[in-house]
């Protein structure tokens, strides 16, 4: 190749790998690409040509594209149309990430909540828009699942189906049942399996129970005053860019196999950061970065193996760093901002690390003033140490403080509760009841983390 033709090269996505234009005697690809103009927009991908494209312009496009549907029917704040955007197009590439947050929508009644869902259902991978869910829906069914009116889902007749949803935003999860076969010899049982893993958007009007509502990424959708939107009547059929979007999004998961390889990886580098920042340990980054070719190795099976330094990711990892974001809420972003650092865009990659500490906060309130768990630590750290308490009356008085008409808030949750908190540093039962010398010193330390 001349040097022009490789500077080109390192710009464009090709598919070195088992494609026509690889070269198996010189190991080289013979594809010459040309430059990929933004006037196109996504007639590229549509028309076939989706391996000319650089993919940050190309997810720019299809970005762009996202939020004008959604400005021109919705009444949103542009951090929320970002956060839409990004986690639409990421149901596309969802497999390859270790988890993908669901999607919580809690509107007032009449804030077009189910017109947003309708839009989210067209332009997400496969969308399937659905008004009530059953367990066998959930994992018979495959694609984006959208459910709206979703009530009650913190009743005690959804528990099983409370269940499968608190499992099935991280990549891994399982669930069998039996179903029968015929055979030669009549009937037998089987073992089916079931993949729980798959992008759900879910919207109502209550809000969402507590242990699921920690797998969301929660935004509030207010009743607009717009009436140039609201008096718009729904017509999605005529948006002809619904089915480019969804064909050029097709075409980018086919096409893009070094990025979806690299979100693979990047859990592993990410890691390989965080100990080299934290302890300062010197590492080796061996990873996949699809805007270089020049440095492709291959083993006897012709398996790609591209080795680049930290620095491309080094400017995306320190700005998810300095968000102090961590545990199972930097699970559930980073997907998007992986995404939004792929779009190759400042202003976007910082409206969504913004709303994500934003949430994560308004997360950290509602955790000290709603979760049990944290005000009981609160109740605790109040206590007189080294003292013998009732768990009965210690019980009575919490559930005053709480101030919740709950049957399950007894004696029995307490007593659990404080067991299972580590709260307890005695215990010895007498004729009145249960009494404890409570753990005040650990009740202050996990108080302090709240506050």
């Known amino acids: 190749m001349t040097e022009e033709r490789e500077e080109l090269f390192e ?35 549509v028309n076939g040509s989706f391996e000319k494209i650089d993919v940050a312009l190309m997810l720019r496009e299809i970005y762009k594209e996202i939020i004008e549907i959604i400005d021109y029917y919705m009444d949103i704040p542009e951090n929320l149309q970002t956060i839409l955007a990004l986690w639409i197009i990421g149901t596309h590439f969802h497999e390859n990430f ?12 009449g804030s077009g909540k189910t017109r947003l869902l309708k839009i989210i259902s067209l332009l997400a991978k496969d969308g399937l828009l659905l008004n009530s869910i059953t367990d066998a829906v959930l994992f018979r069914t495959k694609g984006t699942l959208i459910i709206d009116e979703f009530e009650g889902v913190g009743s005690k007749d959804k528990s099983s189906l409370r269940e499968l949803l608190n499992s099935g935003y991280k990549k891994g999860a399982r669930i069998f049942r039996m179903r029968k076969k015929k055979t030669l010899d009549g009937e037998e049982q089987v073992v089916e399996e079931f993949n729980t893993y798959r992008p759900i958007a879910m919207a109502n009007i209550w809000g969402m129970e507590e242990v699921l509502g920690d797998r969301c990424i929660t935004m509030l959708l207010e009743k607009s005053g717009d009436s ?13 860019n619904i089915p480019k979007i969804q064909t050029a999004l097709n075409s980018l998961v086919s096409a893009v196999w070094c990025w979806c390889s690299l979100t693979k990886n990047i859990y592993v580098e990410w890691n390989k950061y965080i ?12 990873t996949l970065n699809y805007t270089n070719y020049t440095n492709i190795n291959f083993d006897n099976n012709f398996n790609a193996k591209i080795n680049v330094p930290l620095q ?26 992986m995404i939004a650092g792929e779009l190759n865009d400042e202003k976007i990659l910082n409206k969504v690390i913004e709303y994500a500490k934003f949430l994560v906060k308004e997360k ?17 750290a109040k206590e007189d140490e080294r003292e013998w308490k009732s768990v009965k009356e210690l019980s009575a008085t919490f559930k005053l403080i709480v101030g919740e008409e709950c049957d399950w808030l007894n004696v029995w949750w307490f007593g659990k509760a404080l067991k299972r908190l580590n709260l307890i540093l005695e215990k010895k039962r007498l004729y009145s009841g249960t009494q404890v010398i409570l753990n005040v010193e650990k009740a202050k330390e996990k108080a302090k983390m709240f506050e």
């Open 11 to 45: 710009e464009q996505i090709v598919r070195c790998i088992n494609c026509k234009y690889f070269n198996l005697k010189t190991r080289k690809c013979d594809f010459e690409p040309k430059p990929f103009k933004a006037e196109d927009k996504l007639d590229s991908c």
């Open 98 to 109: 270790n988890t993908y947050p669901y999607l919580f929508i809690n509107a007032m009644r």
């Open 228 to 240: 140039k939107k609201t008096k718009l009547v729904e017509n999605f059929d005529d948006i002809s």
């Open 275 to 286: 100990k080299e920042t934290t302890y300062n340990t010197p590492t080796t980054y061996t």
């Open 312 to 337: 491309n990711f080094e400017p995306l990892f320190k700005k998810i760093m300095e968000t102090e974001i961590d545990g199972r809420n930097l699970e559930l972003f980073l997907p998007l901002f």
């Open 364 to 380: 950290k309130v509602e955790e000290a003033t709603e979760s049990k768990d944290v005000l009981l630590y609160s109740f605790i």
